[in-house]
């Protein structure tokens, strides 16, 4: 079971994540989606495609881009579409 949190509060946990480049990806219904809302980021990957970011809220403290998915990814990263990663520096990623 592979689960993420930031301050003992848990952000995602599931036991189907994908792993790609070291990085968990989650799925969407893995996620306490009330802790997460849209970022204006959004950068490019040259083969998985267009990624956007989430920012996660918990308390009165927010991180800007904590986490990373790719709405509709190129051929070769299907398998993560809609999928959630996060970034270990700002957040805890157990496995």
Not at 5 to 32: I, R
Request: proline content about 3%.
């Amino acid at each position: 079971m592979a689960k993420v949190t930031l301050n003992g509060v848990l952000l995602a946990e599931s036991n189907n994540c994908e792993v790609v480049e070291g990085n968990y990806y989650f799925p969407p219904d893995a996620l306490k989606t009330e802790y997460f809302s849209d970022s204006n980021t959004h950068t490019i990957c040259s083969w998985k495609g267009q990624a956007s970011y989430y920012n996660i809220t918990v308390g009165d403290k927010t991180i800007k881009d904590a986490a990373w998915y790719y709405p509709q990814t190129k051929e070769k990263a299907k398998h993560i579409e809609g999928y959630v990663a996060f970034y270990k520096n700002k957040v805890q990623v157990e496995s």
